[in-house]
């Protein structure tokens, strides 16, 4: 009798035991980190600086890579058609949020309505659709926008500054993304009231670049850049090409002075990527992109190259590089 019930008790604890450990196995395995899809439109060497301020701040915000949070980084390099390919990759993964530049935004809309997107960057949101307003942009999508177009007026006067006898700039676009060609109908639009001669290059593929420069032919004192993905995976070619023909170059980034460039005038676009990680701390806290407002930029820099300056012959106005909040040399 004794012996039985001993072996009653030995058979509970057995029970009892096999029953308590896949409980505090399953309490012991880590928490499922939220994944973050990063789409980036261009290449990493291209978001180089700008992915960079986006991490510092997510650190500051306590989102550690691989200990809190996984960021799943893909790159389009140039091509949009990569968008929504991307996007239904980053659907698959079930990530908590989308970050990128409105160039993607309709795509990645197209094949995801509820995870919410968040823009580092877009030119005109509202006017194009992606937003219904401002304060309350409603749907899946809320960011950061800039107005590139109202800004051409203001790069053509640094422009005729640095150029005092401008009277011909090309403008070289890719007309296949709405916002690069808006920018150059209103360079266009500046040009007439400054009295220059405006010369359009047209481009939507990278194989358009090369023979855009072959149709100059002499015929432009500068070139005038319009960003997008396109040009941002190619802007290192075009300041080459550019150079090539003695042609001052006009930017919107910063960082595409490094390969060349002489000038940019634009929002600060670190700052913008910086800012878009608030907006996604925000989300993963449980708000809703519908209701986090759309902001603008507030940081407008004139950054000068003297080195590219040196190459072309060009002596600068004491005055304009007094101006400047970054001259490289």
Sequence with gaps: MQFDRLKRREFIKLIGGAIAWPLAARAQQPTKLPIIGFLGASTPSGWGPWVAAFQQRMRELGWIESRTVEIDYRWAEGRPERYSEIAAEFVRLKVRVIVTVGSAVPAVRQVTSAIPIVFAVAVDPLGSGMIANLARPGENSTGLSVQSAELAGKRLEILREVLPALRRLAVIANVGYRAAALEMDEVQRAGRTLN??????????????TSAFDGLNGRADA?????????????????????????????????????????????????????????????????????????????FDLVINLTAAKALGITLPPMLLARADEVIE
């Design 196 to 209: 220059i001669d405006i010369v359009t290059l047209e481009i939507r593929h990278a194989e358009d670049i």
């Design 223 to 299: 070139l005038y850049v319009c960003t997008d993905a396109l040009i941002n995976a190619n802007h290192k070619r075009i300041n080459t090409l550019a150079l090539g023909m003695r042609l001052p170059t006009m930017h919107g980034p910063r960082e595409y002075l490094e390969s060349g460039g002489l000038v940019s005038y634009g929002a600060n676009y670190p700052d913008l990527f910086r800012r878009s990680a608030d907006y996604v701390d925000k989300i993963l806290r449980g708000a809703s992109p519908a209701e986090i407002p759309v902001e603008q930029p507030t940081k």
